[in-house]
């Protein structure tokens, strides 16, 4: 069977289960997708050990050629990266600019080196020789949120307009910053050169301000594009060519295409999007993109609730899941917490903010993409044939799986509850300033 003929029943198996959801389940799309895959891989492990029917051998055999990094991270990522810029307000985005900021650089960054450290010790404690650079590495890919797998579930809630906007705003950039990161973290681990602090920082400043810089210019090309055609099919078509061609060419320059989709995907839906397009067009983009959006996300789901069926597990392994979700979990705490010890001084916010960025805080197929691209066969258990990419990759399902379906879809609670805080918080503001009105 063929890569595209793979792709192809997937989809269709993610609609079915989607379908399926829709009429029965009623849970959020991409959990139930997530958990009905989780089922069926499960099934199929079953089964064959069973010896029912074997499915388990052909069922990995086609998995595998898929190349899952590649169909994320060069492939999918920049079309559901620039959708989430489409749907970015920029106003919403200049009066959270320097907490979205904070977030996605300085956050990020406490919470790779917490968790790097934290591992480095436990694994010394547990008699596992784990070197600190890898430790390091596993807190670069799973620290920074997915906005993908946040997009597919926060922002269908409807959660209070600030915390919303930090939410998609840190995801969204923070994830752009955290390749950078781990790819600077990458070279260092398996670079061949020995890594500087002058080529690290130009590593760093390439992809990140180079990244920032080509969506800007490409949102640019983009809209005089978009703005000197008055036909409705070719406006729509022109928004392809971002996340096509323009990702592709992100790659060729050696800057961060996810962090030039996002910036040419906020251009286009707060600039060309009532200057640019006609009306018809203006009125059809979201709903376009909302679509594509949600098939992509389906196929995305699907092939990570069914990645388990490419993993072997050990005792160490199960060892390390264990520790590694309340680890991942404390360093999103500390990290959102102390940014919050600042932002307080200057505003007052949804009492309920630290813990829904905590517990929104969600990873998905990105953390999973950047771990299946560690090199295999750098031993660290050799006798048991236990590898660098093995640990890591297990690490990261485990967090990955919990953050989906536990935190998904037990966060609609803490939501509500800050709209209603939201509410009184309204109130408050109101009737102070009738007081003074009043007193006046």
Known sequence: MSVYQTLCFLSAAAMLIAFVNSKIGRMQTTIAITAGAMMLSLFILIAGQNDWFQLTEIATETLADIDFEDFLLQGILGFLLFAGGLGIKLPNLKDQKWEITVLALGATLFSTFFIGFALYGFCNLIGIQFDLIYCLLFGALISPTDPIAVLAIVKKLKAPERVSTQVEGESLFNDGFGLVIFVTLFTIAFGSETPTVGSVTMLFLQEALGGIIYGFVLGLVFHYLISSTDDHSMELLLTIGIPTAGYAFAEVLH?????????????????????????????????????????LNGVLFL???????????????????????????SARYLSVALAYVGFKRYRTYNPWSVRILTWGGLRGGLALAMALSIPSGIWVIEDKLIDVKEIILVMTYSVVVFSILVQGSTITPMIEKAKLAEKEMEAKRTAQQTDGQQQE
């Not at 295409?257 to 640019?276: A, D, K, Q």
């Not at 069914?306 to 680890?327: K, V």
């Open 255 to 295: 800057v961060s295409g996810p962090l030039s989709m996002v910036v040419s995907g906020i251009m286009i839906g707060n600039w060309t999007r009532y200057i640019g397009f006609s009306k018809e067009t203006e009125d059809h983009l979201d709903h376009f993109w909302e679509l594509v959006d949600e098939f």
């Open 303 to 329: 092939l990570i609730g069914m990645s388990m069926l490419l993993f072997q597990f050990h005792q160490e392994d199960w060892i390390l899941m264990a520790f590694s979700i309340p680890l991942v979990l």
